[in-house]
């Protein structure tokens, strides 16, 4: 039997109120704190864009975390909270000392501000929020000059939406009166409008997640970097890429960098790892090429050296010494958590050189070989390794290559009894909580 909680006399009212849009700007001066956010809530679910234009003006607090409310991108509630003035282009801070707001933040994560009740105005959780009591007093002509904050996560694919658009149009307009931030970054392949649009409205400076999914054309870098490509020769092509690498110096903050078929840095990762400002805890390369300059670069960056999480997957491996690879392992041994070589194609000879740091990774808590050519001997004395690897959760592991016939077609009952075999042998070893062993991708259904 289901219970349904009734709404209380005051959701009611705010209900009503936000319905009939009986309430003017005299009114809302006068509202209690507690009310801002469930009014604020209900016009703009319900998508009444006077009410929450009149909303922002009268707002009693520094923020509005307004991106949680946003589910799905929605070009007519976005458009109204960027709308008014006083708001859009300067924070605003009242002749009596009550300060307006100064930071819109557009993140799409959850937020205590919408928890606030009327009743809650003595709470920690208002204290933290609201602010507005306690203020200095600012002048008020230096308080016009504050620019309003605008913080927002960027998940842009290969061609923008409705929103997006107005967004970044929005954005560029207002970019002298607003300070915009955006700390997660995401970029497919783009319009060169567009990526001229972010290049110009960001500062890379805030941005602390990177990630770039694109097979860009040279023509398409040199747009996003500004870079004047008159014609193109080598030596254009080169001033290029070394520019682009080069803006990796303005990232102060960046923890986490995520790159996807970027094939145009090859041999160039030195460059832009070597000049970021702090340490990365995420470092993923997918589906990309790189060489054997760029593998021992690796040993050699100080950005790299406090890593959580090193993910190369499908970055084939197959001709390459790993012997600096296992220099930043051993490195990153006290710090590194997950350690993600799916699909590089290595052989036992070359994983056999990591051996000795794996046995120093006591932190780690996620591997995953599948994809990888190991023997089952091999497999055998890999998992012999990982006796210190108490923390570990999820362990993928390649099925050997004697589970394949000469085709190579997956022979089942092999496929069994070997793997059967190392889950005794790794039971042995330690207590394992999530471990698997799989076969390649079979051609047929698309499945390991």
Not at 118 to 130: G, H, N, P, Q
Not at 218 to 230: G, V
Not at 416 to 442: E, G, H, N, V, Y
Request: with cysteine; aromatic share 10%; glycine share 4%.
């Amino acid at each position: 039997m289901n219970v349904h909680t009734p709404p209380t006399l005051q959701k009611l009212a705010i209900q009503t109120l936000v319905r009939e849009e009986a309430i003017g700007m005299s009114d809302l001066e006068e509202l209690a704190y507690g009310l801002f956010p469930e009014l604020f809530k209900e016009a703009f679910d319900g998508r009444y864009t006077k009410l929450i234009k009149a909303l922002e003006i009268a707002l009693p607090f520094h923020c509005l975390p307004v991106g949680s409310l946003m589910r799905t991108p929605d070009l007519e509630t976005l458009q109204a909270v960027g709308f008014h003035p006083r708001v859009c282009h300067h924070s605003y801070v009242s002749p009596t000392g009550g300060k307006k707001l100064q930071f819109l933040d557009l993140q799409n994560v959850h937020h205590n501000f919408w928890n606030i009740s009327t009743d809650s105005e003595d709470s920690d959780c208002l204290a933290e929020i609201l602010d507005g009591k306690q203020a200095v007093k600012v002048h008020l002509r230096y308080a016009l000059r504050q620019h309003l904050k605008v913080r927002v996560d960027l998940c842009i694919g290969s061609c923008l939406d409705e929103a997006q658009a107005w967004f970044l149009k929005w954005a560029q307009e207002r970019k002298g009166s607003l300070y915009f931030c955006c700390t997660k970054m995401k970029i497919w392949a783009l319009p060169v409008k567009a990526l001229r649009q972010i290049s110009h409205v960001f500062d890379p400076k805030d941005i602390t997640e990177l990630e770039l999914n694109t097979e860009w054309i040279l023509l398409e870098l040199a747009h996003f970097i500004d870079f004047h490509l008159p014609n193109r020769t080598r030596v254009t092509e080169v001033k290029c890429i070394n520019k682009f690498a080069s803006q990796f110096s303005k990232f102060n903050c960046l923890q986490h960098l995520f790159m996807f078929c970027i094939h145009f840095l090859r041999f160039q990762m030195n460059q832009v790892l070597g000049c970021l400002m702090t340490p990365l805890k995420t470092l993923s390369i997918t589906y990309s090429l790189i060489s054997q300059r760029d593998l021992d670069s690796f040993a050699c960056c100080q950005s790299l050296f406090q890593l959580k999480h090193l993910e190369l997957r499908e970055v084939v491996l197959l001709d390459l010494d790993l012997m600096h690879l296992r220099g930043l392992l051993m490195k990153v041994a006290g710090t590194l958590e997950t350690l993600d070589l799916q699909g590089c194609r290595m052989k036992d000879s070359q994983l056999s050189v990591l051996l000795p740091a794996f046995k120093q990774c006591s932190q780690i808590s996620n591997v995953n070989y599948y994809n990888d050519d190991f023997s089952m001997p091999f497999l055998k004395d890999l998992l012999q390794h990982t006796a210190n690897w108490s923390k570990m959760n999820v362990e993928q592991y390649p099925a050997p290559l004697k589970c394949y016939n000469e085709f190579p077609q997956v022979s089942v009952e092999r496929f069994a009894q070997l793997c059967q075999d190392l889950m005794d042998t790794l039971r042995a070893i330690r207590q394992p909580k999530t471990s698997s062993f799989a076969t390649d991708i079979c051609h047929t259904c698309g499945e390991c």
